[in-house]
């Protein structure tokens, strides 16, 4: 069964630093999204992308993130300069139908900004 | 306030016995889905229900909507050691709204 892939698995970094998480969408897929989920806390939305541009975002996703789809496959979220309470875990999801359709998520990134 | 929230939130059972959790929300949705995180993992979908339907089925996994009580229950039966996981409902308003995510149910079985 397709699924979503994402690497890396777990990303440690320090505070200030830029990165960049990859996901590899599922290939048929047209939507893509990015999420985070804090330790302990919800599953919180960052931005959606359709069409080669970013279709809705949240206040979380602020000039510090940017996304692109590099090429057909991968789709890339990047931190330009990462704080502290950016540490969290980091899912991508694509769907085929639109936000309104089942998600497939992928086992996300663990960031650890130090 | 917050949207889909869901409780308890914390359950822990019996392997063989029934878990039911409850979501509620706050505004009017397209869908309400279900999802399972498994510790430390990613997220599974398990099951969308529209709003214009009142409950649906899956394997063991039964859901009921009441878009008037804005509220939806997740029911496990027959739960096996294998169901112990964090389960979040996530509502869709309209259009190209994002899912909004509860804080989730954990639920142990204990075998």
């Known amino acids: 069964e397709p699924e979503v892939t994402q690497t890396p698995s777990h990303q440690v970094t320090q505070m200030g630093q830029e990165v960049i998480l990859r996901c590899v969408p599922i290939?048929?897929?047209?939507?893509f999204y990015w999420y985070r989920q804090i330790l302990g806390q919800k599953v919180e939305f960052l931005v959606s992308?359709?069409?080669?541009?970013?279709?809705?975002k949240s206040e979380i996703f602020d000039d510090q993130f940017s996304v692109e789809r590099p090429d057909g496959s991968n789709f890339t979220l990047k931190i330009r300069s990462t704080k502290l309470e950016d540490s969290a875990m980091y899912f991508c999801?694509?769907?085929?139908?639109?936000?309104?359709?089942?998600?497939?998520f992928g086992p996300g990134t663990r960031l650890t900004v130090t | 306030s917050q949207q889909g929230e869901e409780d308890p939130q914390a359950l822990s059972i019996q392997e063989g016995e029934n878990a039911t959790m409850n979501c509620s929300y706050k505004?009017?949705?397209?869908?309400l889905q279900w999802y399972r995180q498994n510790s430390g993992r990613g997220l599974v979908h398990l099951i969308l229900?529209?709003?214009?339907?009142r409950e649906k089925h899956s394997g063991r996994l039964r859901v009921t909507l009441d878009t008037s009580k804005k509220s939806s229950s997740l029911l496990i039966t027959a739960s096996r050691a294998a169901d112990t996981a964090s389960y979040f409902c996530?509502?869709?308003?309209?259009?190209?709204?994002?899912?909004?995510f509860g804080k989730g149910t954990r639920l142990s079985v204990i075998a």
């Open positions: 229900i529209r709003s214009n339907e």
């Open positions: 992308f359709y069409n080669n541009e970013i279709s809705e």
């Open positions: 999801a694509s769907s085929d139908e639109g936000s309104s359709d089942e998600q497939y």
């Open positions: 290939s048929n897929h047209l939507y």
């Open positions: 505004t009017s949705i397209n869908n």
């Open positions: 996530a509502t869709h308003e309209s259009g190209n709204t994002p899912l909004v």
